[in-house]
């Protein structure tokens, strides 16, 4: 295996761009799914609107995604309540704080670069 030079950030990402995805086995991409579900169950205090305004996704994303995923198995509500580890009603009254307008704003904006 080749290793590629740190010094070179724009090397690194031209090489990155030409790994897909679709490369990677599905066991290891269910385990790294696995791994970023449970450290999301930990880290409550990392708020969906904060993930939202941050990468344009969510933990409601994820488990909107593993129901898209399922092929009909799960619906949508059944997919968040794997990612939350709960169902989202009870996530949400735990967990869920309230959305300041500067987190809203950054939330708006982030939305506006995802792929439709």
């Keep these: 295996m080749r290793l590629i030079s740190l010094r070179n ?6 090489r990155l761009k030409r790994r897909p ?4 086995d599905d066991t290891t991409a269910a385990a790294a799914f696995r791994k970023l579900v449970a450290h999301l169950q930990h880290r409550t205090d990392a708020q969906n609107v904060d993930l939202m305004g941050l990468a344009g996704f969510c933990r409601n ?6 129901s898209e995923a399922s092929n009909g198995a799960l619906s949508s509500a059944e997919g968040r309540e794997y990612v939350y580890g709960m169902p989202y009603a009870e996530w949400k009254a735990r967990h869920q704080q309230p959305a300041t307008p500067d987190q ?6 982030s939305l506006k670069r995802n792929p439709t």
Excluded: F, K, N, V
């Design 9 to 14: 950030p724009s090397r690194r990402r031209e």
């Design 21 to 24: 995805m679709t490369e990677i």
């Design 61 to 66: 994303c994820l488990g909107d995604w593993l």
């Design 104 to 109: 809203l704003q950054r939330m708006e904006e």
